[in-house]
């Protein structure tokens, strides 16, 4: 993971053009995110914006990557926030959307374990045997039933 929380990819599919598929060189990265190639190169050091980088050690930039650029500018430059807690401001929105999908993970293997269980219940009910044990309704009344066996005759 990089200091932006996301997981770097080895390879990216030739066709496959995401937000995360770095693309944009340093120059065109300042550009779009209105910064000199310089303070890019500053971000990137102190770990506010890393970037992919090629074969050849050049920064290549994602469209996250620039989004994460006009952020720090604006936290900087409109909020007044110094690069250190810019840095941890980004940490801290990294972690609770990191906490935010584990939860998700739990939530969903929550569901999956209640349906589970469910399921098993279900069966158990299903496999009771009601023929040996059938269930008719009492009704409770003050009646007395008195019962006397039969009296064998003799021969």
Do not use: F
């Amino acid at each position: 993971m990089d200091a932006t929380g996301r997981r770097r990819q080895s390879s990216y599919s030739a066709y496959e053009l995401t937000e995360e598929t770095p693309v944009y060189v340093i120059s065109v990265a300042a550009q779009l995110s209105g910064l000199h190639p310089q303070t890019l190169r500053q971000y990137d050091r102190l770990g506010l914006v890393s970037p992919d980088r090629t074969a050849g050690r050049g920064r290549r930039y994602s469209a996250r990557d620039i989004e994460l650029l006009r952020t720090v500018q604006q936290l900087s430059q409109d909020e007044g926030i110094n690069l250190a807690g810019i840095k941890r401001i980004i940490e801290l929105e990294n972690q609770v959307a990191a906490l935010q999908g584990r939860v998700a993970e739990m939530e969903a293997a929550l569901d999956g374990a209640a349906a589970a269980m469910q399921q098993r219940e279900a069966a158990v009910h299903a496999s009771y045997r009601r023929d040996l044990v059938p269930y008719q309704e009492v009704q409770q009344t003050s009646a007395l039933v008195v019962w006397r066996p039969k009296r064998q005759q003799s021969d």
